[in-house]
C-alpha cells in the first residue's frame, strides 16, 4: 500500500453519464495528481493541485473536471465522456518541493460505453 | 521538453537470471531518476531512485546506473522472481520554478516477462 487510495477500482459509464473518482491520501502531502494511463502509451499528466489549488492543466478537455476540496482529497467529476476516454486513471500524491517521488494510487479502470 | 523512453516494450527472462531494462532521456538539465515497478491491476510502486551526482545506486537485488554523458538509465534486477514479473517505468525529473512531481516525465514501460 502506498497510502494514496483510489475508489471507485472499476467504473463503466455511458457517454451521457456523469460519474466522479475519489481519491484519497494521508500521507501529509500537499500536492496531488491526476494521471491517464493509456494502453501503449506514457503517463499523461492532466491536472495538478498544489495546497489546494489547481496549478496546471495539460489541455485536459473539459468533460474532466477536477475538483480538491483538501489536500487530502482530490476528485475527478466525468460527464458526457467518449469511447476513447476509456483507461486507467491514477491518482497520485508528493511533498512540494524539488526532486520529488510521487506516491501512486491503485488506479480507477475506466470503460467508457 | 522532456521525453523519456524505453529500449524494449517487452524483455523475457529466465527465473533466476539477471535483467536489464534501459531508459534513455532527453534533456540534459533533468538531475532526478526514479524507476517505478508496476503489476498487473495496481499503479505504480516506487523502486529505487538516484541524484544526478552519482553515477550508481543499489538496493535490494536491485541497482541503477546513469550515465549522463549519453542520457541513459539502467534498471538491473539480480536473481529474478516471479513476483518481479510487471511493468517497470522510468521518470526523469526536470527542475523548474514550480517544484513536485509534476517535474517528472514518465517513460512508457518495458513488460518484464519472468519464464520458469
Known amino acids: 500500500e502506498t497510502g494514496v487510495t483510489q475508489t471507485p477500482r472499476h467504473l463503466v459509464m455511458g457517454m451521457t453519464n456523469k460519474k466522479s473518482l475519489k481519491c484519497e491520501q494521508h500521507?501529509?502531502?500537499?500536492?496531488m495528481y491526476w494521471y491517464k494511463q493509456s494502453a501503449k502509451k506514457p503517463l499523461e499528466l492532466m491536472f495538478v493541485?498544489?495546497?489546494?489549488?489547481?496549478?496546471e492543466n495539460n489541455s485536459v478537455p473539459s468533460r474532466f473536471s477536477p475538483e480538491c476540496p483538501n489536500s487530502s482529497h482530490l476528485f475527478l467529476h466525468l460527464h458526457t465522456l467518449q469511447p476513447e476516454d476509456s483507461a486507467l486513471y491514477l491518482c497520485?500524491?508528493?511533498?512540494?518541493?524539488?526532486?520529488?517521488?510521487?506516491?501512486f494510487g491503485q488506479g480507477t479502470r475506466l470503460t467508457v460505453v | 521538453g522532456e521525453s523519456v523512453g524505453l529500449h524494449l516494450p517487452t524483455l523475457s527472462v529466465q527465473e533466476g537470471d539477471n535483467s536489464i531494462i534501459n531508459c534513455a532521456y532527453s534533456?540534459?538539465?533533468?538531475?532526478?531518476f526514479i524507476w517505478y515497478k508496476q503489476e498487473s491491476g495496481k499503479g505504480p510502486q516506487f523502486i529505487i531512485d538516484?541524484?544526478?551526482?552519482?553515477d550508481k545506486r543499489q538496493g535490494q537485488r536491485v541497482t541503477v546506473l546513469l550515465n549522463k554523458t549519453v542520457k541513459h538509465l539502467s534498471l538491473q534486477i539480480a536473481a529474478t522472481q516471479p513476483g518481479d514479473s510487471a511493468v517497470y517505468f522510468c521518470?526523469?525529473?526536470?527542475?523548474?520554478?514550480?517544484?513536485?512531481?509534476?517535474?517528472?516525465?514518465f517513460g512508457k514501460g518495458t513488460h518484464l516477462i519472468i519464464q520458469p
Open positions: 497520485a500524491s508528493s511533498k512540494q518541493g524539488s526532486d520529488t517521488e510521487a506516491f
Open positions: 500521507l501529509g502531502h500537499n500536492a
Open positions: 493541485y498544489n495546497f489546494k489549488e489547481q496549478t
Open positions: 534533456n540534459s538539465a533533468s538531475d532526478y
Open positions: 538516484i541524484r544526478s551526482n552519482m
Open positions: 521518470a526523469a525529473f526536470s527542475p523548474y520554478s514550480g517544484g513536485g512531481a509534476d517535474g517528472l516525465t
